[in-house]
């Protein structure tokens, strides 16, 4: 029934009827919060006020739980560690000076709930949000990634979700015009029902060219466009993000939204050349939350206040209430404050690209945000109190107290550690049994069905260590781009294992011979309500924020998403790191693989190894988790990623691979596949150096370690670097395109074809065959 035909609730008559009941719990706010409200407002809430402040207040709009510890990413930062910070935190997406006049602007988020739900529309629609982001800023979008988590590889609800998040992920990329150049797939039964669909996008710009969003000057025109607003989505990422899964409550209608990327595509262009002709003062994407967000953050942000008259809405449903249309999540939509002088100029443009819009309203100077529906004002709110001034909590947290036992549950000398390999063949086998398991095996079944070379700037992709991206084509100017993630190590110890993720990011952004200078991070956790929980997420973001001042590198925006849990179980802590790095010239980027160009090629091991299993691919395949993480040192981390920018810039290295899941052993093999080329190695005098055995130092996940191929013309400057700089290294092997085959010198010889079959069958075996392209 519908609130424009019966029971419009006013303000007027809100003030009037002060014990009216409200729906304020099934719109997900706490008691607290709705007594809160009524203090702010002087009176109760009307309905549509109630819907505004319930998806605005709500733990994925507000991040109130999580904001108390989100400030150490602007505290601790240095002078230089903001000299190329063009827009930090707080805007729709950080921006960068990558130099010579340009700015590259990127951000992760989650979509992890409506992916659950509806697995096409909800990671469709996560690549369409984070790519609106980049749009508003005033950005061209260029490339785009998805780090992705699903339950175990052999259950039958993977087989449903997994198949629809990568078809919505390509779908949607790829009718963009998007190249998808990288990102993660983890496989673990504690995403079983709560997989975690994670989106990045990155958008190139001059820096004339930034726009920030509010909205400012008194009679300034607001105007809606794009496509017109349905009831799909409503309360959809911000209701379904804030709550974990349960089967004892009631559904809160988890709507999720549904994408049209063609649509997306002529926005992008349309939003684009109204930047460029200075049409318009500023644009918000209408994400989470819908028009509640868009007019509150607007209004908030700018220096008055704004009257909208919501009946000018464009609908595709004429049954939406009020409150509806102010929570509909409906995609493709963006919101414009427009001058009157350029208001013909802008309605030109939406002719041009035949884009939907209606004027709702303008800026006032009243410092309210006023709304009005048939001529009665059924919204009036400070709008500071709804974007900005939501509750902020200091959750209560601990530590676990399983932590201890968790920590001195060691795989060296477990239960399951009793049959670890060690006879030659045995090592052998177990190396292809590694490669074949769900972690490690080839994930091209995925990245096949996206566009990785589209727009013709992509210099790297998957599977290389980070998506490498032209941005000039002039100088060669161009960006890496990496995601990593270890939430088995995070669950072991959240302070160390968020290191370790951000190390892992800053080695493989390094690898490719770019200079890391920027983070996003996505905060993947179970409920803020668990002190456990809090305590992981807490020690996580402290760890990130230290680990960021110790490599000089600034956190530019990013996602909070919380309650990832189902029940009482909740995820491993998953706090993914994107790594942005810059590289003067994209065409002397270094592939994770060496080739037959030039047989005798040396093989280095760049850092040392240690009996570090606990955590490890290897023992996940064991069933084991438990022991303390490897250690990770920063200041080591910086010089090895020195090293490789300048090895890489100077022609030192023709290929470089970091050592991370898998061990120096997945290295190897990827390194080997990479282009189809074998190689001759040797371990005895490494291992004997780092005092483990050749098992240990081929499954250990030790940090700070580097897999590279040097020419051999190159060899003496090589060794001079590392010399100079004191890093340990240790020749271990020479490139051999004759063997066709991985050979481990007195252990071992695997033949291409047999790591290849082993690698890459395991995905088709689960999910069937798809086509090549």
Same mark, same amino acid.
């Given at each position: 029934?519908?609130?424009?035909?019966f029971?419009?609730?006013?303000?007027?008559?809100?003030?009037?009827?002060?014990?009216?009941?409200l729906?304020?719990?099934?719109?997900g706010?706490?008691?607290?919060?709705?007594?809160?409200?009524?203090?702010?407002?002087?009176?109760?809430?009307?309905?549509?006020?109630?819907?505004?402040?319930?998806?605005?207040?709500?733990?994925h709009?507000?991040?109130?739980?999580?904001?108390?510890?989100?400030?150490?990413?602007?505290?601790?930062?240095?002078?230089e560690?903001?000299?190329?910070?063009?827009v930090?935190?707080?805007e729709?997406?950080?921006?960068?000076?990558?130099?010579?006049?340009?700015?590259?602007?990127?951000?992760?988020?989650s979509?992890?709930?409506?992916?659950?739900?509806?697995?096409?529309q909800?990671?469709?629609?996560?690549?369409?949000?984070?790519?609106?982001?980049?749009?508003?800023?005033?950005?061209?979008?260029?490339?785009?990634?998805?780090?992705?988590?699903?339950?175990?590889?052999?259950?039958?609800?993977?087989?449903?979700?997994?198949?629809?998040?990568?078809?919505?992920?390509?779908?949607?990329?790829?009718?963009?015009?998007?190249?998808?150049?990288?990102?993660?797939?983890?496989?673990?039964?504690?995403?079983?029902?709560?997989?975690?669909?994670?989106?990045?996008?990155?958008?190139?710009?001059?820096?004339?060219?930034?726009?920030?969003?509010?909205?400012?000057?008194?009679?300034?025109?607001?105007?809606?466009?794009?496509?017109?607003?349905g009831g799909?989505?409503?309360?959809?990422?911000?209701?379904?993000?804030?709550?974990?899964?349960?089967?004892?409550?009631?559904?809160?209608?988890?709507?999720?939204?549904?994408?049209?990327?063609?649509?997306?595509?002529?926005?992008i262009?349309?939003?684009?050349?109204?930047?460029?002709?200075s049409?318009?003062?500023?644009?918000?994407?209408?994400?989470?939350?819908?028009?509640?967000?868009?007019?509150?953050?607007?209004?908030?942000?700018?220096?008055?206040?704004?009257?909208?008259?919501?009946?000018?809405?464009?609908?595709?449903?004429p049954?939406?209430?009020?409150?509806?249309?102010l929570?509909?999540?409906?995609?493709?939509?963006?919101?414009?404050?427009?001058?009157?002088?350029?208001?013909?100029?802008?309605e030109?443009?939406?002719e041009?690209?035949?884009?939907?819009?209606?004027?709702?309203?303008?800026?006032?100077?009243?410092?309210?945000l006023?709304?009005?529906?048939d001529?009665?004002?059924?919204?009036?709110?400070?709008?500071?109190?709804?974007?900005?001034?939501?509750?902020?909590?200091?959750?209560?947290y601990?530590?676990?107290?399983?932590q201890?036992?968790?920590?001195?549950?060691?795989?060296?000398?477990?239960?399951?550690?009793?049959?670890?390999?060690?006879?030659?063949?045995?090592?052998?086998?177990?190396?292809?049994?590694?490669?074949?398991?769900?972690?490690?095996?080839?994930?091209?079944?995925?990245?096949?069905q996206?566009?990785?070379?589209?727009?013709?700037?992509?210099?790297?992709?998957?599977p290389?260590?980070?998506?490498?991206?032209?941005?000039d084509?002039e100088?060669?100017?161009?960006?890496?781009?990496?995601?990593?993630?270890?939430?088995?190590?995070?669950?072991?110890?959240?302070y160390?294992?968020?290191?370790?993720?951000?190390?892992?990011?800053?080695?493989?952004?390094?690898?490719?011979?770019?200079?890391?200078?920027?983070?996003?991070?996505?905060?993947?956790?179970?409920s803020?309500?668990?002190?456990?929980?809090?305590?992981q997420?807490?020690e &996580?973001? =402290?760890?990130?924020? +230290?680990?960021?001042?110790? %490599?000089?590198?600034?956190?530019? /925006?990013?996602? #909070?998403?919380?309650?990832?849990?189902?029940?009482?179980?909740?995820i491993?802590?998953?706090?993914?790191?994107?790594?942005?790095?810059?590289?003067?010239?994209?065409?002397?980027?270094t592939?994770?693989?060496?080739?037959?160009?030039?047989?005798?090629?040396?093989?280095?091991?760049?850092g040392?190894?240690?009996?570090?299993?606990?955590?490890?691919?290897?023992?996940?395949?064991k069933?084991?988790?438990?022991?303390q993480?490897p250690?990770?040192?920063?200041?080591?981390?910086?010089?090895?990623?020195?090293?490789?920018v300048?090895?890489?810039?100077?022609?030192?290295?023709?290929?470089?691979?970091?050592?991370?899941?898998?061990?120096?052993?997945?290295?190897?093999?990827?390194?080997?596949?990479?282009?189809?080329?074998?190689?001759?190695?040797?371990?005895?005098?490494? &291992?004997? =150096?780092?005092g483990? +055995?050749?098992?240990?130092? %081929?499954?250990?996940?030790?940090? /700070?370690r580097? #897999?590279?191929?040097?020419?051999r013309?190159?060899e003496?400057?090589?060794?001079?670097?590392?010399t100079?700089?004191?890093?340990?290294?240790?020749?271990?092997?020479?490139?051999?395109?004759?063997?066709?085959?991985?050979e481990?010198?007195?252990?071992?010889?695997?033949?291409?074809e047999?790591?290849?079959?082993?690698?890459?069958?395991?995905?088709?075996?689960y999910?069937?065959?798809?086509?090549?392209?």
């Amino acid at each position: 029934m519908s609130e424009k035909q019966f029971n419009l609730d006013t303000v007027e008559n809100a003030a009037a009827t002060p014990d009216a009941e409200l729906p304020w719990a099934e719109l997900g706010l706490k008691e607290n919060e709705f007594e809160d409200v009524k203090k702010i407002l002087g009176r109760r809430p009307t309905a549509a006020e109630l819907a505004m402040y319930s998806v605005m207040w709500s733990e994925h709009c507000s991040y109130k739980s999580s904001k108390v510890h989100l400030k150490q990413f602007g505290a601790k930062v240095t002078d230089e560690m903001k000299k190329d910070l063009m827009v930090g935190i707080g805007e729709n997406a950080g921006v960068t000076n990558i130099g010579n006049g340009w700015a590259v602007t990127f951000k992760i988020e989650s979509h992890n709930h409506p992916s659950y739900v509806e697995p096409y529309q909800g990671a469709a629609t996560g690549v369409g949000g984070i790519v609106r982001d980049i749009i508003s800023m005033g950005a061209r979008p260029v490339a785009v990634m998805d780090p992705l988590r699903f339950g175990a590889i052999d259950h039958e609800d993977t087989a449903r979700v997994l198949p629809g998040v990568v078809s919505g992920v390509g779908g949607y990329g790829n009718s963009l015009g998007l190249p998808n150049i990288g990102g993660e797939v983890e496989f673990d039964e504690c995403y079983q029902a709560n997989p975690l669909v994670n989106a990045l996008a990155v958008g190139i710009m001059r820096h004339e060219d930034i726009r920030l969003a509010n909205a400012s000057g008194v009679g300034n025109k607001v105007v809606l466009f794009g496509a017109r607003t349905g009831g799909d989505g409503i309360g959809g990422a911000s209701v379904l993000a804030s709550e974990s899964f349960d089967d004892t409550k009631p559904s809160k209608r988890p709507a999720v939204q549904v994408g049209d990327p063609f649509a997306e595509k002529v926005l992008i262009e349309c939003c684009l050349e109204l930047f460029k002709n200075s049409i318009v003062e500023g644009i918000q994407d209408l994400g989470a939350a819908g028009i509640s967000c868009a007019t509150s953050e607007l209004a908030s942000n700018g220096d008055g206040g704004m009257h909208v008259d919501l009946t000018k809405v464009l609908l595709r449903d004429p049954t939406l209430t009020p409150g509806e249309i102010l929570m509909s999540e409906s995609q493709e939509r963006m919101m414009a404050v427009v001058t009157p002088e350029n208001l013909s100029r802008f309605e030109g443009i939406m002719e041009k690209w035949d884009v939907e819009y209606s004027v709702l309203g303008e800026v006032t100077g009243s410092g309210r945000l006023t709304i009005e529906w048939d001529g009665e004002i059924i919204v009036d709110v400070d709008p500071k109190t709804v974007a900005h001034d939501g509750p902020t909590y200091e959750r209560p947290y601990a530590r676990p107290k399983w932590q201890d036992k968790l920590q001195a549950n060691h795989f060296t000398g477990s239960e399951a550690d009793a049959q670890r390999p060690t006879s030659g063949g045995a090592l052998g086998n177990a190396v292809l049994e590694l490669m074949a398991g769900p972690n490690l095996c080839s994930k091209s079944w995925i990245t096949n069905q996206y566009d990785r070379y589209v727009q013709g700037n992509t210099a790297l992709a998957m599977p290389d260590d980070s998506g490498v991206i032209r941005v000039d084509e002039e100088t060669g100017l161009g960006v890496a781009l990496a995601t990593d993630s270890n939430p088995r190590f995070t669950k072991l110890d959240p302070y160390e294992g968020a290191r370790a993720s951000l190390a892992e990011a800053y080695r493989n952004v390094a690898t490719v011979g770019a200079r890391p200078v920027a983070v996003s991070d996505c905060l993947n956790f179970g409920s803020p309500e668990d002190p456990d929980v809090m305590w992981q997420f807490a020690e &996580a973001v =402290r760890g990130l924020a +230290d680990g960021c001042m110790e %490599l000089g590198v600034p956190v530019t /925006g990013g996602n #909070v998403s919380l309650y990832n849990q189902t029940g009482e179980r909740a995820i491993n802590p998953t706090p993914v790191v994107a790594m942005m790095g810059v590289m003067d010239d994209a065409t002397r980027r270094t592939p994770s693989g060496w080739s037959d160009t030039e047989d005798g090629q040396a093989i280095y091991l760049l850092g040392t190894t240690r009996d570090e299993l606990d955590g490890s691919e290897w023992a996940r395949l064991k069933g084991h988790l438990g022991g303390q993480p490897p250690k990770v040192d920063l200041a080591l981390e910086r010089a090895l990623g020195d090293m490789l920018v300048n090895m890489s810039r100077d022609g030192m290295i023709d290929a470089a691979h970091d050592v991370a899941a898998g061990g120096l052993a997945a290295t190897l093999v990827e390194s080997c596949l990479r282009f189809g080329t074998g190689a001759r190695i040797g371990l005895g005098e490494v &291992a004997q =150096r780092d005092g483990v +055995d050749i098992f240990t130092l %081929l499954f250990s996940e030790s940090l /700070g370690r580097v #897999v590279v191929s040097v020419p051999r013309s190159e060899e003496v400057r090589f060794n001079d670097m590392c010399t100079a700089r004191n890093f340990p290294t240790a020749r271990i092997g020479v490139v051999d395109s004759a063997s066709n085959a991985l050979e481990v010198q007195g252990e071992f010889s695997l033949s291409i074809e047999q790591m290849r079959e082993a690698h890459e069958g395991t995905m088709a075996r689960y999910f069937g065959e798809v086509a090549q392209g």
